[in-house]
């Protein structure tokens, strides 16, 4: 035994007499892990996440959050000499005069950007690949909360240098809050601590931005991960890989070392992005004033869908008995996105409702085996893009050219006629790769050589494909549609006639697939 | 559902097939110092990053194509850290794909399901430990228990009372009254009509009593926009005709849709335009809604002049400024 083993048996014993960690520990360093590129956005959103929470500790030590008055007497030559909030000015002094303070500023809101495009990406892998299904619900909601808090801890964190920017958009959520009936002024007055803007609502915001929500976020990403470990990882399917094993790498050495690594890489490239390209600079935009904005107004791209809804919106108020009730904010601003997310959240509940599947289900389905998913969720990309674009119409409008109200008009009719379209287009296409591939399988591969025959016929050659990728594209199940009779076996009707009928009609559209190659068509084919 | 029949046999886990560093001694030599040079140059990145630190002023800018002129300290430093760190990653990543063992491995799944039996114990234990504590029978110490608990949920609400007053008259009310002088906002300067020209545009707020503060509050409800046009475009009903004065018309500049402030002026149609969600006001016709989200005109400030000449308010706002709300009539 060498002395460096001895000293290693010493610290193991010392830690297991105290814990018991071993047996928990031989078992989970050999853990098995699938491999494929997509598994990895949810760990760039993880590793995301902890780089924001460095950084972001770094700016807390110079950050004032506080809207009390100061005369600004920095470094940066424009602003000299006039008034603006204590927020304002020190985080003109982590830019301008603490070293390495707009490199961390700009890390902390180009992290903030990349964790939150990593948790939509990894959502939709999860989503597409039907990653979410039995037993994988609970995940599936939590990861549905981390994305919405993600989007309030993201505009919190914006708000907070209290600049011109970001001031407008506090205005705007202001108004929001203000246009819910009966309550909305008291909340709106209790939350800004009185009229708006006060001076209350920095300090408050940088509490829920720096202690409550990211505590809620470790609780959250805690519980994710454990699940994540305790049900294995989903796998795509391929040849060795059933619904009852995982294939993959060990966590020790291989895995450790990729997904270390990988973090290391995340945090490289986002330190990149923090040094070469500028983000949110603040002092261009002058300290808060509502009196004041400046064009072209954005918010950070995973509000700009909402800011885009709220655009669009026609504009109508109701006024009803000495009451105003604003539809033009609730419906695009409230309403809208409490639908679209309750909806996302409650999807394998509503999906397993409809195949009536209540099996668990490990192998990860290939998109185009389940055209119905797949175009719902091309369809609600379609809408969320809609929005999105109207989002920024006034710099569309700027850089092309185009009329602001054309713009307006195209997103108003689009956002109810693409995503229809959205949906056919891609269950078209996915029963057309189902349709590619069962040829595939059953007639082979096009070589490209051609052949005469002899009778002077040409034709192409075809070569029968791998038995691994012949298993590959006819692993997945092809469910029929549910049987839901009208009646039950003495002809009387049965109860919910009406919510049968809809969950069949559903059933049977979800049911729609390009039939995958029996074996009567595999014995048909060899005896041509 | 039936998997039974299937027409293509699985046809097992593919032969692993060995890297060449595995059997190379050559190729795991070199695999070796390509991972010692990434580590290397991640070393170097740590060394740029101290060195800009400490050696390159805050104030020094250099020339960079795309990046244009570009702040040296900030940029060393960044590129320091971001070399420094892609590299640890990429030196591990190498070290795994080219070093470390790189057979699949099979694990089995369990079920998350328990045991029958499991379950039928948990059932038990939960019905004996339940009845145990007497919670069916006792109702007295349910129903109390029920009250309490109900109750102490009221106290954070209670307790948040205090987080800011009842919105009383805020926010119907301004600070413009009957003869308030319109003043130039930055400046604070009495104005005249004829210090507009036509197609003019300025920013004006009420003027202060000696003893009184502007406070980013009042800006938030007092800004008016003043806008001069010729008094035949007006198209206004006799009495909103009467609050402008000599081509004069004012405005809240608080957008009735979300409450930006509106301050996009196009001389050639005389639309206002909300940068915010492009509501569009037509300043002819009172600040009619033309196009956009917002429902309501901006609503219109009365002004004339005083003795000495000066633009000044006729009355206060005769409707709630900004967003709309609930007590709103």
């Known amino acids: ?528 | 559902m039936s998997n039974e029949i299937e027409a293509i046999k699985d046809p097992g886990l593919p032969a692993h097939v060995h890297r060449k560093a595995d059997h190379d001694p050559v190729a795991e030599k070199r695999a070796e110092r390509q991972v010692a040079i990434l580590f290397l140059i991640s070393a170097l990145g740590t060394v740029l990053f101290i060195y800009s630190y400490y050696f390159i002023s805050t104030d020094t800018f250099v020339f960079l194509p795309i990046l244009g002129s570009t702040n040296a300290h900030q940029l060393g430093l960044g590129i320091g850290l971001a070399t420094a760190l892609f590299f640890i990653g990429a030196a591990a990543i190498h070290w795994a794909k080219t070093l470390m063992p790189d057979e699949e491995v099979i694990a089995m799944r369990h079920t998350m399901r328990s045991d029958d039996e499991d379950r039928e114990a948990f059932v038990a234990t939960v019905k004996e430990r339940a009845g145990a504590a007497g919670l069916g029978r006792r109702s007295l110490i349910k129903r109390s228990m029920g009250l309490s608990l109900g109750l102490i949920g009221l106290s954070p609400l209670v307790l948040l009372r205090d987080l800011g007053p009842l919105p009383k008259d805020d926010l119907t009310k301004t600070s413009w009254e009957a003869g308030t002088r319109l003043v130039t906002d930055p400046g604070d300067r009495p104005i005249r009509p004829e210090d507009l020209e036509i197609g003019a545009v300025a920013q004006v707020l009420p003027q202060l009593r000696p003893d009184e503060e502007r406070t980013l509050n009042n800006i938030g409800k007092d800004a008016v926009l003043l806008i001069r046009i010729r008094p035949e475009e007006f198209q206004l009903s006799a009495e909103r005709l009467s609050w402008t004065h000599d081509g004069i018309i004012a405005f809240s500049k608080i957008c009735s849709h979300m409450g930006c402030a509106v301050a996009l002026y196009e001389q050639s149609t005389k639309h206002l335009l909300c940068p915010c969600h492009q509501s569009t006001f037509d300043v002819p016709r009172a600040a009619k809604v033309i196009f956009g989200p917002a429902a309501r005109p901006l609503p219109q400030l009365a002004i004339t002049v005083d003795a000495e000449g000066y633009l000044v308010a006729q009355k206060p706002f005769t409707e709630p400024i900004g967003p709309s709300f609930w007590e709103r009539s």
């Open chain 1, 1 to 528: 035994m060498t002395a460096r083993e001895r000293v290693a048996g010493t610290v193991a014993n010392y830690v297991d007499e105290r814990t018991g960690a071993a047996k928990w520990a031989k078992k989970n360093l050999t853990k098995v892990f699938p491999d494929h590129w997509s598994f990895l956005l949810g760990e760039v959103a993880l590793y995301s996440f902890i780089i924001l929470l460095l950084s972001g500790t770094f700016l807390t030590f110079w950050f004032d959050p506080s809207q009390r008055e100061v005369l600004y007497e920095g470094g940066y030559q424009p602003l000299e000499g006039l008034h603006m909030s204590a927020a304002y000015a020190s985080t003109l002094h982590i830019s301008f005069e603490v070293r390495g303070g707009l490199l961390m500023r700009q890390i902390h809101h180009w992290a903030a950007l990349i964790f939150m495009a990593a948790i939509v990406v990894h959502l939709m892998r999860v989503y597409f690949t039907g990653a979410f299904r039995k037993p994988r619900e609970f995940n599936w909601i939590i990861g549905v909360g981390l994305l919405t808090l993600g989007i309030v801890e993201g505009f919190l964190g914006y708000s907070l240098p209290d600049d011109l920017l970001s001031g407008t958009g506090i205005r705007i959520a202001e108004a929001i809050i203000q246009a819910l009936p009966v309550v909305g002024t008291y909340i709106a007055f209790f939350a800004f601590g009185g009229a708006f803007p006060g001076e209350a609502f920095i300090p408050r915001i940088f509490t829920v931005h720096v202690l409550l929500l990211p505590g809620i976020f470790l609780a959250l990403i805690t519980a994710h991960l454990m699940l994540v470990w305790y049900q294995k990882h989903t796998q795509w399917p391929g040849p060795g890989r059933t619904e009852k094993n995982v294939v993959g790498y060990p966590l020790m050495p291989a895995y450790m070392a990729k997904a270390g690594g990988f973090f290391f890489i995340v945090f490289g490239v986002t330190a990149f992005l923090g040094a070469v390209a500028s983000i949110n600079p603040i002092w261009l935009y002058g300290p808060y004033n509502p009196g004041q904005i400046s064009a072209g107004s954005q918010p950070d791209w995973y509000m700009g869908w909402l800011d885009g809804l709220v655009r669009m919106s026609p504009p109508l108020e109701t006024h009803l008995l000495g009451h105003t009730i604003s539809w033009n904010i609730l419906i695009p601003g409230l309403i809208v996105p409490g639908i679209l997310f309750t909806g996302m959240a409650l999807y394998p509940f509503i999906e397993s409702w409809i195949t009536g599947d209540k099996r668990e289900h490990h192998l990860l389905d290939r998109p185009r085996n389940v055209p119905n998913r797949t175009a719902l969720g091309a369809m609600s990309l379609t809408f969320m893009l809609v929005a999105l674009i109207n989002g920024g119409n006034d710099i569309i409008a700027n850089n092309f050219h185009l009329g602001i109200n054309q713009i307006m008009w195209f997103s108003r009719i689009s956002i109810f006629v693409l995503p229809p379209i959205a949906f056919v287009v891609t269950k078209r296409i996915c029963l057309s790769l189902q349709r590619a591939d069962r040829e595939l399988v059953l007639h082979g591969r096009e070589t490209g050589r051609l052949m005469m025959l002899p009778h002077g016929e040409f034709v192409e050659v075809h070569e029968p494909i791998s038995p691994e990728l012949a298993w590959k594209l006819t692993a997945h199940e092809q469910a029929p549609a549910l049987a839901l009779e009208e009646t039950d076996s003495r002809g009387v009707r049965r109860a919910g006639g009406l919510k049968n009928k809809l969950r069949k009609r559903i059933s049977q559209a979800n049911a729609e697939n390009i039939a995958k190659p029996t074996v009567e068509d595999l014995k048909a084919i060899e005896h041509h």
